[in-house]
T-cell receptor
Framework: EDQVTQSPEALRLQEGESSSLNCSYT??????LFWYRQDPGKGPEFLFT???AGEEKEKERLKATLTKKESFLHITAPKPEDSATYLC??????????FGKGTTLSVSS | SAVISQKPSRDICQRGTSLTIQCQVD?????MFWYRQQPGQSLTLIAT?????????ESGFVIDKFPISRPNLTFSTLTVSNMSPEDSSIYLC???????????FGPGTRLTVL
């Protein structure tokens, strides 16, 4: 059974304190791994898609990496506006997504 | 990306009633999905809605409870029937777009059942 596990569940950082979020997955044939950002009361906002081990993508202070078993979302010098829940997901057959439970990031100034 | 709108954005309903949620996309898409996000939880797929065919439901979700319509390639509706407080959730539609099958989500409908 396809499964996605994210850790930690919650992460509190000081502004400027870099860290990483983890997403481990078990799928029968990876068809991509997706990262989303979700603000309270809103729909998930697409961030990245990664398709092959060794692939990296960056967007502002965020960098996503992928290995054969897990993905990391690195946050460099975070700001309070980076506070949100970060979700990772993998596609089932037919492209519908299986989501992890998310990591809620809080960045204080 | 994709511009997706949902109506209503939120509603408070009485037990035993039904609510229909609309999802409108800015351009034609083949596949649309409906997800549920219960309080404090992640997203769970309810069903896949393809135009011209019956919706495909995930385990634990049935058509009598969550009927779906997909009359054209830019629009879909999800009805939550005979509601109970356990149906209080955010309901989200999504579409697949782009060469890498990126999936984009609407803003969600926050439903509270009393």
């Amino acid at each position: 059974e396809d499964q996605v596990t994210q850790s930690p569940e919650a992460l509190r950082l000081q502004e400027g304190e870099s860290s990483s979020l983890n997403c481990s997955y078990t799928v029968s044939g990876l068809r991509g791994l997706f990262w989303y950002r979700q603000d309270p009361g809103k729909g998930p906002e697409f961030l990245f898609t990664l398709y092959s081990a060794g692939e990296e993508k960056e967007k502002e202070r965020l960098k996503a990496t992928l290995t054969k078993k897990e993905s990391f979302l690195h946050i460099t010098a975070p700001k309070p506006e980076d506070s949100a829940t970060y979700l990772c997901a993998v596609p089932q057959a037919g492209t519908a997504l299986i989501f992890g439970k998310g990591t809620t990031l809080s960045v204080s100034s | 990306s994709a511009v997706i709108s949902q109506k209503p954005s939120r509603d408070i309903c009485q037990r035993g009633t039904s609510l229909t949620i609309q999802c409108q996309v800015d351009s034609q898409v083949t596949m649309m999905f409906w997800y549920r996000q219960q309080p404090g939880q992640s997203l769970t797929l309810i069903a896949t809605a393809n135009q011209g065919s019956e919706a495909t439901y995930e385990s634990g979700f049935v058509i009598d409870k969550f009927p779906i319509s997909r009359p054209n390639l830019t629009f879909s509706t999800l009805t939550v029937s005979n509601m109970s407080p356990e149906d209080s959730s955010i309901y989200l539609c999504s579409v697949v777009r782009g060469s890498y099958n990126e999936q984009f989500f609407g803003p969600g409908t926050r439903l509270t059942v009393l």
